[in-house]
């Protein structure tokens, strides 16, 4: 049962010390799958827009985000959209120097991209987040050379635009893990850390079901892993039988608290989800223990702890399930 941190994002310094020093972190927690942790981006979709051409961030106006959840300043696409040159290739390469684990990199998906920006140049968002999916590609190809085992694309949009996810969602998705061969995951969550997300989970009722509509796609999609949350949150875990032939990152650490989880309800979390996966896949470790998503907001204490119940669980995990 390997253990993976989604967006961990809950290490401050962003020193080459500190990244070092939270890959050994991660290793002494008992983390199988590591990440830099996002230290060096502001924000997980802004972290990678930085370097794009054809982005102007003092042309900031606000916009409806997520369906109108709530309102954002957001930067304006002006012109032809183009990398001027590697995003992320320090940092990935230093992790990969400084850890002999599996190395995941997280990027922001193209519908989630186009949902947090404005339009002022291609008028179709269809075709701006086509536009997007060539330079993640552009760039996840480049991680894979450099060393990177899975590459995670962060979909939050996908829980809000349903019915987009069918008919474009996947396809901007498939066009930005073109040409991959390492593994290749989604992220998809309800949202944490603001009350935008807060207000609009308490309407939702007692069972999160969008997951119903878009894992059918997602099942069909060339995507090796789904990540969702599964601790404390509403989510109905049998919808994961509608994933069959993917690996699941099973979220068993919430990250909208700070009480710490034990190994033992790690564990149960991981157990209660693979009552809903293939046998055969639970042995074959497709199953993968995770947190629910980032730990930006929480002390580094309790992210640390977090992350020890996580690798405890998991290991415990392991053997009592295979």
Request: glycine fraction near 8%.
């Amino acid at each position: 049962m390997p253990a993976v941190c989604p967006s961990p994002r809950g290490w401050r310094s962003r020193t080459d010390y500190g990244r070092r020093g939270a890959l050994k972190l991660q290793e002494d927690c008992g983390i199988d799958i590591v990440t830099d942790g996002e230290q060096s981006r502001q924000h997980f979709v802004y972290g990678f827009l930085e370097l794009v051409e054809g982005i102007d961030f003092s042309r900031r106006v606000e916009i409806g985000i997520r369906a109108d959840r709530y309102k954002a300043m957001v930067p304006t696409v002006t012109s032809a959209l183009r990398l001027k040159g590697r995003v992320h290739a320090s940092e990935a390469r230093l992790a990969r120097a400084h850890t002999k684990c599996k190395l995941k990199f997280t990027l922001p998906g193209p519908m989630t991209i186009v949902d947090t920006i404005a339009d002022a140049h291609y008028g179709d968002r269809i075709e701006m987040a086509m536009a997007f999916a060539d330079l993640l590609n552009a760039e996840a190809r480049a991680l894979e050379a450099d060393g990177v085992d899975v590459i995670q694309f962060d979909e939050p949009a996908f829980n809000v635009y349903t019915r987009e996810v069918e008919e474009w969602g996947i396809a901007a998705l498939h066009r930005a893990v073109e040409g991959l061969t390492c593994t290749t995951a989604i992220h998809i969550c309800y949202g944490y850390g603001i009350k935008a997300n807060i207000d609009w989970k308490a309407t939702l009722g007692g069972q999160w079901r969008q997951y119903q509509e878009i894992f059918p796609a997602l099942a069909k999609s060339r995507i090796d892993q789904v990540s969702i949350e599964c601790r404390n949150s509403r989510v109905r875990l049998d919808l994961l039988k509608l994933l069959e032939g993917k690996d699941v990152q099973v979220g068993a650490i919430d990250v909208a608290t700070d009480a710490i989880e034990t190994p033992e309800q790690v564990v149960a979390t991981i157990a209660e989800a693979a009552r809903y996966v293939a046998k055969e896949n639970v042995a074959k470790e497709k199953i993968i223990a995770g947190t629910n998503c980032g730990m930006a907001p929480m002390r580094r204490e309790i992210a640390l702890a977090k992350l020890e119940a996580l690798g405890k669980g998991a290991q415990m995990a392991r053997k009592s399930l295979t």
